[in-house]
């Protein structure tokens, strides 16, 4: 049984990680010319960062594991620079896929993939520094 109060610390962490994730795109739409969050307000900006967030978990979550384990040889080859690629071409798809179902966030090419999925990989990273552990349960 756990402790009182533990029940609702995974949904704190799953908050901050989906919020430190949509904060890092922000960023890259903002540094990235060919990253593009077009939206009439704030708002629907914001609401649109915190979709994409999560379809970018999912996507991290799901289809990244099974690229790694069938590309395995291709990153012991590289000594790991193959994973610059497969994070480029993840972040390409969440832009192509975003934009299909109708959300103002695209993603121009492999090229604003690959940085742009550098950019929130750093940002991601700092923001995850700054975050007291109690909060952030990775």
Known sequence: MSAPGRE???????L???VVVAVALAVASWIVSGIHLTGATTGSKVGTLIVVA????VVNAVIKPVIKVLSCPLY????????LV???LLF????TFSSRVGLPF???GFWAGFWGA?????VGFVLHLIIPDRLDRR
């Open 86 to 88: 497969v994070n480029a």
């Open 54 to 57: 999560v379809i970018f978990g």
């Open 8 to 14: 609702g610390n995974w949904v704190v962490a799953f």
């Open 92 to 95: 390409w798809l969440v832009g």
């Open 16 to 18: 901050i990680r989906v």
């Open 76 to 83: 012991i080859l590289t000594l790991g620079l193959f994973g």
């Open 118 to 122: 550098i950019v929130v990989a750093v």
């Open 106 to 108: 695209e993603v121009d």
